[in-house]
């Protein structure tokens, strides 16, 4: 049994994502985890309002339903399956929605205002220039939710899961028309340029690489209305059902455990299949009542847990890299989240 400090750093709920790199670099490529306030998570008996002269309340939120015009089609959610809303904009005021199976899309809201329930009992209307960020409360069910099947990862860091609607597509190399199907794929990558280029890795490890002839990528995602996506708008289609980029978008809600210094926190814990079982935490702890004695930690920031992870996450938050990171804890037959900020 062995003994650390556990200090990792949090990714989200939270909305702002921007794909990651380099071509080869693809297996991994995503949009990074978005950023809502760092002291803030999803919680379980109610909806947050942000405002931007600095308000929070908390209540519930009354819309049905929400749309977003995207640079690719429209797109309806219902107010169930969404997570969070994120109108900070940037130079363009460009919003997103994260639904709860962690997808991104973004755009603008087609919502004029927010119908909003306040925890004390008014109900009053925001309108949406007065709103900063949306956190939707995690609901009970969500958690069960399916594993996702194929993943699309947009060049403007969106992300789709959902099923594609095609059994084949065709690349012209350059010494031939070959016909490939999906289900043979591993992953597809869309370079874009001057000399726009499509590498097509398949499962048994053969590279093809050439012209793509299919130009719209139909997709019928896992929530949201069905859509079809240019080619030069798509940076990486993960074919395989539930392939993940490295750092998509994680969910956030539970607990939120401030760490001061590497000196916080410490723990006992076992290596496990899967995992690094807790096996106590001292009560001077901070995440003493957040982890609990027999939780596992299964994922940091969307991705399987695994030793080489802790360390550099820990080092990144002390020094201020990142402002959060999300741990997927399995408790009992649950998997539940806490979120770590500095």
């Known amino acids: 049994m062995k003994r650390i400090p556990l200090i990792l750093a949090a990714s989200w709920v939270l909305v702002s994502c921007a794909v990651l790199a380099q071509e080869e670099a693809a297996v991994q490529k995503t949009a990074p985890p978005p950023t809502f306030t760092a002291q803030l998570a999803r919680v379980g008996d109610s909806d947050i309002l942000l405002l931007r002269n600095g308000d929070k309340l908390t209540g519930t939120v009354l819309n049905k339903t929400f749309g977003i015009r995207t640079s690719y089609g429209q797109l309806t959610f219902d107010t169930s399956t969404i997570a969070a809303i994120d109108l900070e904009g940037n130079t363009n005021n460009i919003e997103s929605i994260i639904t709860i199976n962690n997808n991104k899309v973004s755009g603008f809201l087609d919502s004029a205002s927010f119908l909003f329930e306040l925890q004390t009992g008014p109900k009053i209307e925001v309108r949406r220039e007065k709103v900063f960020k949306v956190l939707l409360r995690v609901r009970q069910w969500e958690r069960q939710a399916a594993t996702p099947r194929k993943t699309v990862v947009l060049k403007n860091g969106d992300v789709l899961t959902g099923e594609l609607k095609h059994e084949q597509i065709t690349i012209s190399t350059t010494y031939a028309q070959v016909p490939v199907k999906l289900a043979d794929v591993d992953r597809i990558v869309l370079i874009s340029g001057n000399a726009p280029l499509t590498k097509i890795h398949m499962r048994n490890g053969d590279l093809l690489q050439g012209v793509l002839d299919t130009e719209d990528i139909e997709i019928a995602p896992d929530l949201g209305d069905p859509v079809k996506i240019y080619q030069d708008r798509i940076d990486v289609i993960y074919c395989q059902q539930g392939v993940a980029p490295e750092h998509r978008p994680v969910p956030a ?34 995440y003493y009542g957040s982890l609990q004695n027999g939780d596992v930690i299964v994922s940091i ?42």
Do not use: C, M, N, W
């Open 253 to 286: 809600g539970g607990p939120v455990v401030r760490i001061r210094s590497a000196e916080d926190d410490e723990y006992e814990y076992d290596f496990v299949e899967g995992g690094l079982l807790i096996r106590k935490v001292d009560k001077s702890s901070p």
């Open 301 to 342: 920031d969307g991705q399987k847990y695994s030793s080489g992870r802790l360390r550099p996450a820990r080092e990144r938050l002390l020094a201020g890299q990142i402002p959060q990171i999300v741990l997927g804890i399995r408790r009992g037959q649950q998997t539940i989240y806490i979120t770590l900020v500095r």
